[in-house]
């Protein structure tokens, strides 16, 4: 341990070794953890058929940040503005906040 950390830190010497790590990590962190991407979304094959099968209408399957995960034709064809864009899943928040188109979509 450095002399004067020894005069700043009073310590026993069965602590020093223990304690001088820490404040050695401390002292130059590492940085924040990386964040991990969130594992793309998989729709069950029999969620795809059934909404195919709803022919009279659009419907879709969507999760709590807003993404269409899946659509059946439909759905895709009323929705098509959301496609148009390259990222991926279509996303409505992203589309009412950050595409121009948005303000032609939804009229009101």
């Known amino acids: 341990m450095e ?12 602590s020093t070794g223990r304690n001088t790590a820490h404040l050695a990590r401390a002292a130059h962190p590492t940085g924040p ?12 094959p029999e969620i ?7 022919t009279g209408a659009a419907a879709y399957v969507g999760n709590d940040r807003l993404d269409i995960l899946a659509a ?3 759905a895709q064809a009323l929705f098509s503005e959301l496609y148009a ?6 996303n409505f928040a992203r589309f009412v906040f950050l595409d121009p188109r948005a303000k032609s979509f939804y009229t009101d």
């Open 3 to 14: 002399p004067t950390l020894e005069r700043a830190t009073p310590m026993s010497s069965s």
């Open 33 to 44: 953890p990386k964040r991990r991407r969130a594992p793309k979304p998989r729709i069950r």
């Open 48 to 54: 795809q058929w059934t909404l195919d099968a709803i």
């Open 72 to 74: 059946n034709a439909l």
């Open 85 to 90: 864009a390259p990222t991926r899943p279509a």
